[in-house]
Structures are given as C-alpha cells and as structure tokens.
C-alpha cells in the first residue's frame, strides 16, 4: 500500500509516504529551493521520530545522519563537516560517547 501526502509550511515543501510497517516516510525540502531535499526520515504510527533520519545540504551532500527509536536519540549519530566527521552516541535519549575524527584528503 502507498500513501503520498504533501504539505507546506512557511514555504518549506514536505511529502509524506506511508509504507507497509507502520512507518511514515517524511521528506522535507529546502524553503528556497523546492527541489532539493535537506532531511528525510521516518515517523512511528504515534507520531515519534523514529529509524534513521538523513540531513542534507543545497548541494546535496549528507550532513548528518541520526537513529530515533519511538522519539529518543539511540545509537551512532555522524555529523560531516568540511575537514571533520563528529560521531555521537546515544542510548534512550542519553549522551554516551563523542568523537572525532578528521578527515584526510590522499
């Protein structure tokens, strides 16, 4: 079953599409540029932020990726910077870890 579904909100385009376990993928895109994606992910039947969400930037680039379970921040979050990837780690909505890694270029 497929469910497509498309709000908007002080300019910023967001689609929603439902899929067969109970998640509903969101989609958001740039306010000012409605074709580019900056951050998708999924909600529980409850509404929670929930799997992995992905950000992007106007290039199209990650810059960030997460894991919610029901709404709480868990596991391995990685945040890419220019000369940096940030890994955090969290457990139910707990900081446990923070590294840094930087990034060479061969």
Do not use: P
Request: net charge neutral.
């Amino acid at each position: 079953m497929l469910i497509c579904v498309s709000a908007f909100s002080q300019e910023q385009k967001v689609t929603y599409q439902k899929n067969d376990n109970d998640l509903v993928k969101a989609t958001y895109y740039f306010a000012d540029n409605s074709n580019i994606i900056e951050r998708e992910g999924f909600f529980n039947k409850e509404g929670k932020l929930h799997d992995t969400w992905i950000s992007y930037d106007l290039q199209g680039n990650k810059t960030a990726i997460a894991t919610y379970n029901n709404g709480k921040k868990e596991g391995v979050w990685t945040y890419f910077k220019t000369d940096k990837i940030n890994v955090v780690t969290y457990k139910d909505n707990k900081l446990i870890a923070v590294e840094e890694k930087a990034l060479v270029v061969n």
